[in-house]
């Protein structure tokens, strides 16, 4: 089965989860509640993605920034060093429910003040988690990634297909 109809819509779910969580557990967690949340807005025999990303250094959570003080703090800490990016993903139809994480590794290359300002200015970090997109400007940061870039970008999308062939669904019909 290949898919014919998509409808998008957008669950209200509590994004907070419990301290001892692994990061991997953590985007799970918060993957499953949105998929919980949606499951009251569908149909009972729709299949219902959800997923949610974060970026972690050194175990810590950097969602999205606050202010542009709060983007320069998180690109500082990440310049020069590594951190890893988790997605939690949950496929659904009616009760049947699957949830996996996928980590990738991205390292950022040393970057100087007057450009992580400027990339600031952009106005691109806002609303992404770390405060960077990897597939905007913000790829100019990065000096490598060793995993999946579209889990970088927010959806494993290996990772989804093969979840959705558990439910039958085949992307590439």
């Given at each position: 089965?290949?898919?014919?109809h998509f409808d998008v819509v957008v669950p209200q779910a509590e994004e907070s989860f419990p301290a001892d969580l692994t990061p991997q557990e953590v985007v799970c967690h918060i993957s499953l509640a949105k998929s919980r949340a949606a499951k009251e807005l569908c149909p009972e025999d729709a299949i219902?993605?959800?997923?949610?990303?974060?970026?972690?250094l050194d175990d810590k959570r950097l969602g999205k920034p606050t202010d542009?003080?709060?983007?320069?703090a998180m690109l500082t800490a990440l310049a020069g060093r590594h951190h890893t990016v988790c997605t939690g993903v949950t496929v659904r139809q009616g009760d049947r429910v699957q949830t996996c994480a996928q980590s990738t590794d991205v390292y950022f290359r040393p970057a100087s003040r007057e450009e992580l300002l400027a990339y600031i200015r952009t106005g691109e970090p806002m609303d992404k988690a770390g405060s960077y997109g990897v597939q905007g400007k913000g790829a100019l940061l990065v000096e490598r990634i060793d995993g999946d870039f579209f889990n970088v970008m927010g959806l494993p999308v290996l990772l989804l297909s093969r979840m959705l062939a558990d439910f039958g669904v085949t992307l590439l019909a």
């Amino acid at each position: 089965m290949g898919i014919e109809h998509f409808d998008v819509v957008v669950p209200q779910a509590e994004e907070s989860f419990p301290a001892d969580l692994t990061p991997q557990e953590v985007v799970c967690h918060i993957s499953l509640a949105k998929s919980r949340a949606a499951k009251e807005l569908c149909p009972e025999d729709a299949i219902i993605i959800t997923a949610d990303t974060m970026v972690f250094l050194d175990d810590k959570r950097l969602g999205k920034p606050t202010d542009e003080a709060d983007a320069l703090a998180m690109l500082t800490a990440l310049a020069g060093r590594h951190h890893t990016v988790c997605t939690g993903v949950t496929v659904r139809q009616g009760d049947r429910v699957q949830t996996c994480a996928q980590s990738t590794d991205v390292y950022f290359r040393p970057a100087s003040r007057e450009e992580l300002l400027a990339y600031i200015r952009t106005g691109e970090p806002m609303d992404k988690a770390g405060s960077y997109g990897v597939q905007g400007k913000g790829a100019l940061l990065v000096e490598r990634i060793d995993g999946d870039f579209f889990n970088v970008m927010g959806l494993p999308v290996l990772l989804l297909s093969r979840m959705l062939a558990d439910f039958g669904v085949t992307l590439l019909a």
